[in-house]
Structures are given as structure tokens and as C-alpha cells.
């Protein structure tokens, strides 16, 4: 299911992960959040960017728990907790934030 | 992803057996691998010409490898005690997933090209051939069967589906139709050492946050050693424990374990996988390749003791196939099992009394524990048998005031799998993974009603992760499920370091 952005299509795999990580923009991060059903608020933005610059400099997304972390050291401890992200990413911070973020799924056991 | 398009379970007082309800769940498929998650693991890129023959072939090579598969082929005689035993089909009422079924999915395929009556006369003894009607029917349902070996366990032959599923599932990565899910993660394992693709910057930062998490609240120093040569201990564990939760908080568990114990342990950032996804694709040259990395690891590191972390099917394939995948492990310390089980190490050291708890730590919680298939049915832990049942409870009992049993047909060697296991823990397969879970929530429904349980304990990566996801799904909290070690690590006294745990 590819999104349409500005007039190019983006391709992606079939739950919509991007195939090319660097291609995504903001205007791709809000088509993937459109289809995901998930309104974007600072707050979403908020811990995309965090993903982004996590993923950056990792090559992978953050545990759980340092996203968390993270949150709470950066924006407080209203935001740093696992109720907070599922409020945001209803199918979990890990896997549809970094959907929208652009970073590859998560695979494994998780 | 959007909600959820098919309709949840409803949970009952009593596990009723469902209507039949055929076909319900032949639109179930997982999504098939691209060239580039086959091809890394050298199997064709995709469904490749003259597919049938090359299967009937597979299916003789392995039939000729494995007397057992012929044996559980052969054995069947309709007699019905496996009707209604697979959780799957208990979710979903689909006629294909009672075991029989699953398995004459093969067994018909077998009797025409093996069998002297299924080669002249099909029609007389069920026998089919292996059409693209067929071979659909086995990608759909042998990825709708966890391999959990529940059905082995009351057919009075011991014919054990997951073998059955596991040659399937073999057969189409042959001809270019494996599962995507699977293999994509196995490929991961080579190129990366672990499923998720975790690089050793980015394990050594989790692991260092996590050691201040600790010291946070502990005021001591645990240490998670990465790489750490001439470590006593290699512990080698799914590496969901590096990423997901509750997992994470049971890798801590072990931690303090280690800590407190004085014993010095190390991960490897080269074996950082504890899974082992071969064997759900049945793939004995797959299942060798990721098993010699942990050997390469230990030799690597000098170490002396090999661990397991909280992982189900890899312990079995620890505990049964180790040795003939990896040994000989002539050079670990032979007065201690190798490989061994975290929960052997932390009961062993409870019962020597190096470890005290305060078990008013969880005092917020009655705990129940779901038995996790493999380690159930494919594993023992201790000396003893039932080792594997009764150690994990034991540990519990040692940091958790209270504690009670689930229904005694859902536990112990009849538990019920997660509904995620074998390959199954994907985001494609959620309406089986749901409907699978049915049986195992309707049990835990029952003491959190009747009982007050407000958590489960596992000890598998997949039984966590599945029931963080399905537990929702049946009004239950996400945070219900909980590790076991994670109760260890919140009820264990911790004082600091006895020996300065340098490299």
C-alpha cells in the first residue's frame, strides 16, 4: 500500500513500512499516520523525533523502557510511561511510531 | 493498524467446545517470503517451476532423515482424541485445525506418493495429490499450527503435529514459499547475531541505562558485562530481553541474580540471540548455523558455564539438541548442566541460601504462572522430572506472598499455548493469535474472578509479547503479564558487589 505524497508515490512493504528509510519526510510521516488513524500533536511529533534521532545514531529503535526514559527526562514525567504512548500509538509505541518515524519494524519476539 | 476486523472470543464460565465452523479460517495466511529473506538462508527466491516434484522429493529426503515423521504418517487412527485438544481450533472453530486434520493435510500428500494402496488406488485410502489447492491449504494451516505439541500429549500414539508442521513448513521453504516472519528473522541472526537486528553500540547503551535504572534504585551498581573474556558465565538470551517489556525487567532479574551470587557473567554481543527460529521452519541446517554461534561465543569469552535466559523454544532446542548442534562442550565446567536454565541457576542458589528476598515487594500482586509449551512439553529443568513446572512456581513462591494455580487441564504438561508460538508472532497472523489465546485467557479469567490474580509470569520472549498484545483484546491490562525474573528482581535483596567484577 503505498502512500501518495506531494504527487510521488512512496512504496512500502506490506504493513507500510517504508522500503526506503531515507526518503521520509514529515509530509510522509503524517500520510503513514493518516492511514494509521492516528491524529498527529506535537506530542506525537515529540517522540517520532526522539525515534529518529535514537535510530540515528543506533542503526535501531529504542527499548521500551529507554523511551520511556527519555520521555520523562526530556518532557517530563506525565510522559514517561507506557500508558502515556499507547495513549499516542494505540498499537504501541514500538511498532507504530516507528511506522510513522519511518525506522524499520521491529522483528523478533516483540 | 486498524482495529481488529473479526470478532473476539467471548469468554466464558466453561471452555465450550465451538460449533464447526469450516473454512472459517482459510483466509488466514502469513505473508510469504521475498527473494531477499529466502535467498540469504539458500532457499529458492520464489515458488520455483516444477514446485510439485521438487516437494514430493523433499518430502522423501525427509521422510528418509526422520523415521519419526513417517512413524506419526503412518500411526493415525482416526480414533478422536486430538479433536478438540488445539487451542487453535478451540478459538476458532475451523475443522482444518483440529490436529487430525492439520496433519492428513500431509498425510494425503504422503499415502499417494509413498504408500503401495495411495499410489493405485488414492480415492480408497484418502490419498490426494499435491495440487496448488493443496499446497495453499498447507501454507494457510500448517502457519495456523504453534507447534506447541499440546495434541501429542493426549493421542494415544504420541503422534506429535508440530513435526508435521515443522516438515511442512521445510518443504515450502524448498520450493520458494517460506514464511516471511520467520525467515527474514533468521537471516537477521546471521548477518546480526540477534532477531531484531540490535548492533553492539546500541546493546552496550541499553544495557549501561538499565545498570543506572538499577543503581537508581537499588543504590548499588549492578552490572550487565558485555564481551567480558574469561567471564564465568555466558548468558545467552532472547533479545526481546534487550527491547521489549516486561521482558527487559526479567534481564534484570538475572542481573541481580548474578550480582548478588558473586558470580561473573557476560552477554555476547556475537550470540545475542537466545531464539533459535529454525526450528520452526524445520530447518536442521538453519538450526545448526545459529546454534554455532553461541559456541563460537563461549570459546570466544572463555567461559566456563553456558545460561539460558527466559526463552521457550530455545530452550528446548538448548536442552534437547545443543549437544549434537554445537558440541561437544567438553570445555564448560562439567559440575554444572550445560547448557543450563536461568530459573535452574536462581533456584539452585535460593535453595543454597545465597539469596534473600522481601517478598512484601510484591505484596500488589497474586501471581499465577503459564507454563510456557516448549519448556512444558520439550524441556525439563533440575534432576528431577516435572522439574520444569515445579522450579519456576518454587522461584515465585520465594519472592511473591501469593500465588495461585490456574485450572489443573491448562497447566503443567497440558498448558496452553500463548496462541503466538512457532513462528506465529506477527502482526499478520493477529486474528489467529487473538483467537488463539482464547483457551489460556478463558483459564486466567477463571482466578482472576475466583481468585484475585492480578498477574501472570511466563518465562518466554514470545508468551510475553503475544500476551501484552492479546490480553487487551479480552479487557485484561497489558501489564498483567509480568517475567518471572522480574519478580525476582523486585523482591531481591541486593547489597554491593563482594568481588570487583572487572574484565
Known sequence: ?110 | MAAPTFTIPELKDDLAIPAIAAGAMAHSRPFVAKPEHQEPLGFPGELVEGWHDKAIAKMGDLLGKSRALRVFLDSCVKCGACTDKCHYFLGTGDPKNMPVARQDLMRQVYRRHFTLAGRFFPSLVGAKDLTREVLDDWYSYFHQCSQCRRCAVFCPYGIDTAEISMAGREIMDHIGMGQKYSNEIIGKVHKFGNNLGLQEKALRATLESLEDDMEEATGVRVRIPVNEKGAEVLLVTPSADFFASPHIEGLMGYAKVFHQAGIRWTVSSYASEAANFALFVGSYEQMHKIALRIRQAALDLGVKRIVFGECGHAWRVAYSFLNTLAGPWDFLDPAYPAPQHICEVTYDLIQKGVLAFDKSKNDDKVVTFHDSCNVARGSRMGEEPGGQFRIPREIIKACCNHFVDMRADTIGEKTYCCGGGGGLLTDDLMELRVKGAMPRMQALKEVVTGRGVTHMAAICAICKSQFSKVLPEYGMDMDMIVSVHQLVSNAIRIEPAKTTATA
Open chain 1, 1 to 110: 500500500m503505498p502512500y501518495t505524497v506531494n504527487g510521488n508515490t512512496i512504496e512500502t512493504d506490506e504493513e507500510g513500512y517504508l522500503m526506503d528509510l531515507s526518503l521520509w519526510t514529515q509530509d510522509i510521516a503524517a500520510a503513514i499516520a493518516a492511514a494509521e488513524n492516528v491524529d498527529m500533536t506535537d506530542e506525537h511529533w515529540q517522540v517520532v523525533n526522539f525515534l529518529r534521532e535514537y535510530y540515528n545514531e543506533y542503526q535501531i529503535a529504542p527499548a521500551i523502557r529507554v523511551l520511556t526514559k527519555a520521555m520523562k527526562e526530556k518532557f517530563g514525567a506525565e510522559k514517561g510511561n507506557n500508558k502515556y504512548l499507547y495513549d499516542l500509538f494505540p498499537y504501541g509505541p514500538a511498532k507504530q511510531a516507528c511506522k510513522i518515524a519511518g525506522l524499520p519494524k521491529p522483528t523478533g519476539c516483540v
